[in-house]
């Protein structure tokens, strides 16, 4: 099973890391890849907002990276993963597995900003006993130099707030819709992480720790949409966890969410 | 088991199609005639927005339709069935099963127009080896001759769209409250079928193929009580799929809508 | 297992009571004090909206009431534990667990202003065999004498809409924003029941008996945040059902509820 | 929705009691009777074993009771019910329902042979504040003046196993093979109780209080298909609780048992 | 997602046809091929029993053949699709998809002896308008002319009973113990379809119409692993239905009968 | 929520490691001491089969211990943890959390035996990258200096199974119902641990890696009940993973080998 109207060709690379292994609360996004591969089939290739179909993208399903238990060892696996992937679509599991992505891709590139969908900060310095928690994998990004933006984070620690809001690296943006006007001005390459939990979990009922107040789809897509032409040299959506919705609404919001990233940026 | 109020006369005849033998993705959507009525009686018979109540209104809920599984032979089942119906109030099953509904009455007025709610075109010409698939219902019924309102559409094929936009007989509105402007100058009589994935999935996440960025309860029935006095012959309720829905909220709407229907057109 | 952030101290005193024996649809409600602790436990104790802290308030968790099946006897249990219980943060259970804890107050300072957020006017006079009914509870609080400011009700019979709109006693407002203003002129002790139906279904699918049409965790929020300065003496949270809710989602508001009431009155 | 077979005469009245309000761990048995006569749907209505056929047996499916929600009342409604039944098939429902029944037969027969295939002895006086509660359905039928057969019990009190064991009442089988030779000498009118968790919980998931190392579905056939000519003036299958089996298995053995003791007794 | 323990070459060709348009009671057996190939990965390659290993066969994992809705139109299709098929081992879909794959190895190779282990007869006529349902499946195998053991059929109509004890081409074994020895006097190749109903509901609750009664794994492993050397020219399993088995067991029984009938007759 | 019949005092110590990051097929250990807990209300805390009480019995109950997710650290915080701990009646989480508990008591003792129920060898030197997986638990504890019986197992590699039947510290039997004369001559200290999947998968369907082909609970208590005086220094239950059984009755088995276990050995 393959993400729909993925081809053989294209350095365009989709894959999965089906780790949870650190989730604190409840696992269950190791199931995410296949389960987002699943439900894309029943998208359709074209997208009516874009006007564009994926038939016309060449990008690859590269399947998923076999994962290791230990969360240190897991680091070093995606790290040696990325060496043979030039743009990375990658569909998580937990979101502790977004740092070795983007360790890789600033080491390559020098700088990098990255766009965060979120409702948690994910900026604790430690958590469970492991640096490499879902819980700390910003600050460990903040910490390899890049500038992160950070949209729609409602749930966090004190310090956690304190540091978005006076970090001179972080752009803290309550809401997605100033995205747009913020990216005008970004030089860098740009990452999009998206932690599924942004979404109000209405939305997005499958994922380890919902938080009430979200965004919608609508106002996510509609965002999207209207970002200035920037050079994205990847994302991901992470934290989609399958076995909490059995009415698959989530997986297909990722999905869809795949598709249309793929269409805007590279379509 | 029959509907929350169904009295033993009246000529408004409510039943049950439970078939969902094309559905391409995951069945289940033959669960909802007797799902629906299950949850019918947790609502009330009053309606605060309309002011009216089910009690006062003589309908028969005549139980579900004897289906056979080829699709061919379904239609042929339906048009039997529809001879003795003179108002029908059809809870589906998958959306195929209006074909044979809207045909019967088609026959008997010379014309008609149907208003389709649905997240999904449903305008191929053939799917999964049958011409009487859900994914083609709304092809077929053009080449009845029926008029056609599509709302809420976000999911085809361009081919799709392109014909959606430029048939005659087609009028396209993407979101609902254009509806009752529209209708002031249709002379047919009127059929309404809603497909409940019109709804965001978060509203109704008890379906075959969620799509995301819907529409909600509240501007659908916003839109519906303002709807001007038109000669509707019929509706229908079509591809709730319980199994998806362990909460049963996409049933309860679907019940509200079969209440509120009634009400707002013969109570 | 206690909820979030509960202490050993304090006079605010957190129970659970686990009790669904007159609901007569489908039962549940008993596994929603459990259900609500074990989701606290994932929130954060600090709340960004409030820029307040759990950890400085002190409040304690004393468990579950231990229930009888006979609904006349479970008032007589929870009258008999109110009297232990200064300020009561109560967790349903079903609804009609909220009469004896507002009897109890009401007895306590003479007068009680009882604010109710629900879909259902539970204004009937008896049902299923008894006046315990959750579907009686507000009838029963008005005979005590309380006065009631009920928000979001959109089902009942035309006897209750008829009572709600003409009783002096009973204020009904449609939606929530239209509370801060009115609570400016209160001057009872304020009491507030929150039965998790008020949200719509899509926020609170985990309920027994989901209305569509209802009201979203923001348009909850914003509106307590804005209340003017009056006493509450306690609040409770009921009728959400575990088991009608895989993701949790419904408990997981629940709990945040929970939270950000107690921060905003004792915070 | 009538049990598979059921016919428009006959004085063999099936009828369900859905009430599970005094029921301690989790509530569901209210789901048993439309979810067993579901079920029936799928079996065939001839049995190979006693090569009989349900068609040829006249019974009628009354519906269900509407029960009240108090334990006290319930007792009432019940046996008001049982004034115009003259052979009962009663499906529950939790075990307290079978106390009504019994009581009317053995006031209508003046004695009564009570066959119980349980788990639990039911044999406290007393349980959640009500001596109707389902842990003291045997109790109760005892101070009738019936005379039990017990069958199966591996759980209760050791105050309940000395009160099985010594009293004079009471005959104690723990295999359900020694049955056909102790009826032998029964004289008196019999009526059969099965309570599903009689069996092995592998064979019955779905029941409030599964307790391992109970008996197989073949066991117990078996030994009904052995058992001499007695009086059998009714009997029921309860403890059925659907949510807790999404297979169905549970709901179809009960369906099965009530096919098999018609066919055995009236076939 | 292979089978464990597929390779890219040898004869040997397993494949899945996730079909079940005719299923009377409920859908879901489409979704069985991938969910017992993903519940293989679960199992080690090494029989224990057997004292064989999967890696040591060679045998190719062709995926799911492509299938429309209509039952006539599916016999085509795979009748089509088992040209290029030399051994096939074929993983349903409901059991009406053995019938085309009978077909072709009939016609293959002049005679054929097919062991069918089920709890129902499947040897109706027509059923749902169709010939073709899975109710019919064994009915048309013997009209092409094969040879038919049935084995743990417990649930038929007195006509198909009649049938199975009375036709010349039908040998009828209640219990799976009796099968070794009356392969040996077979001359004819050979085909075993299973239906996952033949187990009893307890090792297999994840199947359309669970039948109580039935035989366990073991009994089956050790009448598999005493059979005498004969030609068996492909296997089916067939029936699995996912949905209905949160926890899989069912899934990894199909699995391990997969393995362990690879290792006995190509290990 | 403490397990049943727990009380204040006494040097029987119960607690729960809530830990699954190594398990490489589907996660959700983690949640078994507090479903265990849960069922254990649902028992009797007196046994018909060993006419003894919980309630004569001192054992305490610990709640459970707080775990890293890195499966080094975690071996490290048991071992801390034990260092309080007389008796240990542990309840897993996954096997690979007995490691720990067996190294300190062998430590302790300087000899121990330790009994495996389980379906699976667990002999693997390194999975997943690590060696503290719970596919390795059993090496490690070779590794100790342990004597081990192994019964019931039926799944491994072959190099597994070579280990198992030839190295001079383990005993291996296939049927429990061998142990009995077995342990009559052992003279060390002796541990038992239970891997769920022992039992066959209809006895025990929650859990991570079920295998076909098990025993039964009545198999496993009467071997139990027939053991000759042993020193048992501990024991624990690992491996019921609450998410893949909504039945419970994997929890409710588990609860009562914990209480049988207490009342042979300590009651």
Same mark, same amino acid.
């Given at each position: 099973?393959? &993400?729909?109207?993925?081809?053989? *060709?294209?350095?365009?690379?989709?894959?999965?890391?089906?780790?949870?292994?650190?989730?604190?609360? %409840?696992?269950?996004?190791?199931?995410? /890849?296949?389960?987002? %591969? &699943?439900?894309?089939?029943?998208?359709?290739? $074209?997208?009516?907002?874009?006007?564009?179909?994926? =038939?016309?993208?060449?990008? !690859?399903?590269?399947? +998923?990276?076999?994962?290791?238990?230990?969360? =240190?060892?897991?680091?070093?696996?995606?790290?040696?993963?990325?060496?043979?992937?030039?743009?990375?679509?990658?569909?998580?599991?937990?979101?502790?597995?977004?740092?070795?992505?983007?360790?890789?891709? @600033?080491? !390559?590139?020098? +700088?990098?900003?990255?766009?965060? @969908?979120?409702?948690?900060?994910?900026?604790?310095?430690?958590?469970?006993?492991?640096?490499?928690?879902?819980?700390?994998?910003?600050? %460990?990004?903040?910490?390899?130099?890049? +500038?992160?933006? *950070?949209?729609?984070?409602?749930?966090?620690?004190?310090?956690? &707030?304190?540091?978005?809001?006076?970090?001179?690296?972080?752009? $803290?943006?309550?809401?997605?819709?100033?995205? /747009?006007?913020?990216?005008?001005?970004?030089?860098?390459?740009?990452?999009?992480?998206?932690?599924?939990?942004?979404?109000?979990?209405? $939305?997005?009922?499958?994922?380890?720790?919902?938080? /009430?107040?979200?965004?919608? /789809?609508?106002?996510?897509? =509609?965002?999207? $949409?209207?970002?200035?032409?920037?050079?994205?040299?990847?994302?991901?959506?992470?934290?989609?966890?399958?076995?909490?919705?059995?009415?698959?609404?989530?997986?297909?919001?990722?999905?869809?969410?795949?598709?249309?990233?793929?269409?805007?940026?590279?379509?």
């Amino acid at each position: 099973m393959v &993400f729909l109207g993925a081809s053989s *060709q294209g350095k365009l690379l989709l894959f999965g890391i089906p780790y949870d292994s650190t989730t604190c609360f %409840r696992p269950g996004a190791r199931f995410a /890849p296949d389960g987002i %591969r &699943f439900f894309s089939e029943n998208l359709e290739t $074209y997208s009516p907002s874009l006007d564009k179909d994926l =038939e016309a993208v060449r990008f !690859r399903d590269l399947g +998923n990276v076999d994962v290791p238990a230990n969360p =240190e060892k897991l680091i070093k696996t995606v790290e040696d993963f990325m060496k043979n992937v030039e743009i990375p679509i990658m569909i998580g599991g937990e979101h502790s597995v977004t740092y070795p992505v983007v360790k890789s891709l @600033f080491e !390559r590139y020098g +700088n990098l900003t990255v766009i965060h @969908f979120d409702a948690h900060a994910d900026l604790r310095d430690e958590y469970s006993g492991t640096k490499y928690s879902h819980a700390c994998v910003m600050k %460990r990004i903040l910490e390899l130099g890049c +500038n992160l933006i *950070q949209i729609g984070i409602r749930s966090g620690t004190k310090e956690e &707030f304190e540091l978005m809001k006076n970090s001179l690296q972080i752009t $803290y943006l309550y809401s997605p819709k100033d995205l /747009p006007e913020i990216l005008k001005s970004i030089k860098t390459p740009v990452y999009i992480t998206i932690d599924i939990d942004f979404f109000d979990p209405a $939305y997005a009922p499958g994922t380890g720790t919902p938080e /009430p107040c979200g965004f919608s /789809p609508i106002e996510f897509f =509609e965002t999207i $949409y209207k970002l200035p032409p920037v050079k994205v040299v990847g994302f991901d959506v992470v934290e989609v966890s399958p076995p909490y919705d059995p009415s698959g609404i989530t997986q297909m919001l990722a999905a869809k969410i795949v598709r249309e990233l793929i269409l805007k940026f590279w379509g």
